[in-house]
């Protein structure tokens, strides 16, 4: 995997409409950029996330780049909802989400996954949220995709969350080579370093950091009161906690995202960070923050400050940590 991963939520058309040629453009800017770590899943736009990564990276060498979609959630037919739009992407709600962990389900998801994509084999396959279905996801779900990579149809095999408990578990139980964290391992809270890291290092497990604006309130230099957290309006103290966090990095010269992306990168357990953009610049932006130099100093000030969890490893060095 490449240090930096494009995640595709946004080419789902996520709150709001991109174009065709946008979505194209980001992928383009995004391989241009070095790029070579590409993660969707079916939730994304009903399809359409993966129809158009599967689209933008058609002509690219098929053995130079690492795509990973997800399972546990099926796309049915939806005639009774005929003329109404997702409520979380901008897109017609043609088909529904359906939650299914089972074997049959996984394969089922995998095939079609195939096709929109138009790929015969894939290289990550995350078993995608299933917060609510330990039982079935780990007893069906995970070993379906390990009989997958077995057959060399999945490269590996991982989980993918919004929190980090269960994913702790699952490293611990179960036989997967990834899990992706989103939003629960960023520079507002750490709270993955409880059990999570450890538990991945121990097991040899790779750490794919999503999330790590926790929804945009730290993808600005100053967020505002209309910033997003866990894809819903940002409260007042996590606000309070950004801009006492902005503020220090205004004092060296840095700013927010850059350091956000700085402390992530840091940890031994991560072995991509994964940052979704839905235009070309939202892509270059990233790209030059990921190798922004971050002060030894400042992170000494957020430890001070009791900002950062004082066992959260950061950069030793003013070196950037994103090198494509």
Request: charged share 25%.
């Amino acid at each position: 995997m490449s240090p930096v991963g494009l995640g595709t939520a946004q080419l789902g058309n996520l709150y709001r409409e991109t174009t065709d040629e946008a979505a194209r453009a980001t992928v383009d800017a995004a391989w241009d950029g070095g790029i070579r770590y590409f993660d969707t899943a079916p939730h994304y736009g009903l399809g359409l996330s993966e129809r158009r990564l599967g689209a933008a990276l058609s002509a690219r060498p098929r053995d130079e780049y690492v795509l990973s979609t997800k399972v546990g959630r099926l796309l049915v037919p939806a005639p009774e909802l005929a003329g109404q739009q997702d409520e979380a992407f901008a897109v017609p709600a043609d088909v529904r989400r359906e939650w299914d962990f089972s074997r049959d389900g996984v394969l089922r998801s995998v095939e079609e996954s195939l096709e929109r994509l138009g790929l015969d084999r894939l290289d990550v396959v995350y078993v995608h949220d299933p917060d609510d279905h330990w039982d079935q996801a780990s007893s069906e779900a995970v070993p379906a995709l390990v009989e997958l990579r077995d057959q060399g149809v999945v490269q590996a095999v991982g989980v993918g969350m919004n929190q980090a408990e269960m994913l702790a578990r699952f490293v611990r139980e179960t036989d997967i080579d990834l899990v992706m964290c989103a939003g629960r391992y960023t520079l507002l809270e750490q709270g993955a370093l409880a059990e999570l890291m450890p538990a991945a290092l121990e097991k040899g497990v790779g750490v794919v950091a999503a999330g790590v604006f926790n929804s945009g309130v730290l993808a600005s230099p100053r967020p505002g009161t209309d910033a997003h957290y866990d894809y819903a309006p940002v409260p007042p103290e996590v606000l309070e906690k950004a801009a006492r966090i902005a503020d220090i990095c205004e004092l060296y010269g840095v700013d927010l995202p850059a350091v956000a992306l700085a402390l992530v990168r840091a940890h031994p357990a991560v072995v991509s960070t994964v940052v979704g953009a839905r235009s070309p610049e939202q892509v270059t932006s990233a790209l030059a923050r990921g190798r922004t130099p971050v002060p030894v100093e400042l992170w000494e000030d957020l430890r001070r400050d009791w900002l950062i969890d004082p066992m959260a490893p950061f950069p030793r060095t003013t070196v950037p940590n994103i090198t494509l």
